[in-house]
């Protein structure tokens, strides 16, 4: 317990070592940068709570990660290069040195790997539980900037990596799911607990014309798209790509699939993506290494999405999607 | 009570209306601007946490000014024009729609007044107190920022405003203040809950070479700033400028003096100027209608500030700051 640290020795000790160039190296009230020439910035924030966001005993490695990576994730989805975050830490009565090392550490690390320095921030004290915000920077080609609101009638709609992996570790983080092989368990719980920001995708994403995260549930996430873009399309859940665990524990419980289509936390990428960029969408996701799956494709209409379930028929779903709220 | 909104029909409801160009609405994951050609960027985030930074039966109006006047005066200090801000908002069980109309409807305000729209942001609940991180961006020349680090010996240090205010507006709020007329209470009470930051201040830090901004005490920041700088300096209590009703307390009870040179929540702005800029930094400020007090000068050397009491003699202080921490 170091709890009579003050604030300068705190930021000194623990996240002045992170700091970026235009961090001032934290001994300044602001953060200064050069925005990079020509190029449009990107501005995202999100905050997490203790006991909302997050377990309370999650490792403070795992917190520091995600919400750093939630914050990647909306960059990704947007083909942004990251620029920089500044992070606003409230901890609680109990925190100790070690937990802020720990914290400190992988966040040091994941800023360092991402390439998205820390600028800034503020500590202060909560009586509540530790919550954190991110708000984190970056780059895109002016004009260029998927929208959610870019979908247009005829995109072909694709979606990164594979979907339900967090909601279904989350569950077995809840002591509710089926029994599974331990690398399975394994697999889903680690989804749940460390976002894969998409960032490798940012070569495709300057082919697509409408892009999203998914951080509150497929189903929910890409109804909010077309919703936002003004137009409807088909989906086939056939072909929604899911990981070998996922599979798994949906054959063991078919229900799970509502779970995996409409859970949140997969912090995948959406993209819609114009027929004739199709091509090269898909060549600059390979090459990035990030699977990219055909998923359906937008029309002209302003309903809900219709989602074709995997016995060919129109399927709905109970709840859209997960809200954090 | 309409907890039972989601967050999209909130944000709908009550920020959207808020969002500047940039903010796309609110209905994207992420704001998108153009920064101003030729430019460098400020960015500042401060943390304000129900019951710590605010009083809990603070009236919604302002604490929402609050949260963003304590960043537009990070970016008075230094000389920045306001871009726009991010606000996280970590809402209570017990919100209400009226606090967060009228929450919302100051927030609007205070950007329009201040030139800073709402780019985006995100809205979570807490079992916690109520607590709100914003983040907020600004432009300045490059090369020009005036950073804690920039006094140099022989600069002379200028205070804007008035000084100790919101510390004895503080003490009154808690009921421990002197007897005082009404006027005299009011104003001091204002102060504490709404600071000014000054803005306006900005074609005059463009001849600073040092700024930072007085949110932990006077005594505290300064000396920080010295510090940052590696500079020594004399400060003349004599000159601290003093409003009519911080003298008319410290007349009623000599002892506040100390309490409104250490307090904090001024959020006045202290600039280090070379001899030479002198004479246009003072017509800048004057022009600009705020108030600029030479309170010292700056020295070689890498001990404390000297503080020259009203009485001619050093003065030392028991505590040097408040912190929030």
């Known amino acids: 317990m170091t709890a009579q640290l003050s604030e300068d020795d705190l930021i000194a000790r623990f996240f002045a070592p992170l700091a970026g160039p235009g961090g001032l190296g934290l001994t300044d009230d602001v953060a200064l940068f050069q925005p990079p020439p020509g190029r449009e910035l990107v501005l995202t ?4 709570v203790g006991g909302v966001h997050f377990f309370a005993d999650d490792p403070p490695d795992a917190v520091a990660r995600k919400a750093l990576r939630v914050n990647l994730s909306d960059l990704a989805a947007k083909g942004a290069e990251p620029i920089g975050f500044v992070l606003d830490l409230a901890l609680p009565p109990d ?3 070690d937990w802020l090392e720990a914290f400190a550490g992988a966040l040091g690390d994941d800023a360092a790997h991402y390439g998205c320095p820390l600028l800034g921030g503020d500590t202060v004290k909560t009586p509540g539980p530790l919550t954190l915000a991110i708000t984190a920077l970056g780059a895109v080609e002016p004009g260029r900037m998927p929208a959610r609101s870019g979908v247009r009638p005829g995109d072909r709609l694709y979606v990164s990596g594979s979907i339900g992996d967090a909601a279904l570790g989350l569950r077995l983080r809840l002591g509710q799911g089926p029994a599974l092989d331990e690398a399975s368990r394994r697999h889903l719980l680690d989804r749940y607990l460390l976002p894969q920001p998409r960032l490798a995708l940012a070569p495709a994403m300057a082919h697509a014309r409408g892009g999203m995260d998914v951080s509150d549930g497929f189903v929910g996430d890409l109804s909010k798209m077309l919703r936002a873009s003004g137009v409807c399309a088909r ?3 056939a072909r929604l790509p899911l990981s070998e665990a996922a599979r798994t524990a949906i054959a063991a419980d078919p229900a799970l699939f509502e779970i995996a289509a409409t859970g949140g936390d997969d912090y995948e990428v959406i993209a819609a993506v114009a027929p004739e960029q199709c091509a090269e969408f898909e060549a600059a996701a390979a090459a990035a ?8 494709e937008a029309f002209a209409g302003d309903g809900p999405p219709r989602f074709i379930g995997r016995d060919g ?3 709905s779903f109970r709840r859209g999607s997960f809200s954090h709220f």
Do not use: K, M, N, S
């Open 45 to 48: 924030t999100d905050a997490l």
């Open 95 to 97: 925190w100790t040195a």
């Open 235 to 237: 989906v086939d859940l």
């Open 289 to 296: 290494g990030v699977a990219a799956t055909l998923v359906g």
């Open 313 to 315: 028929r129109e399927a």
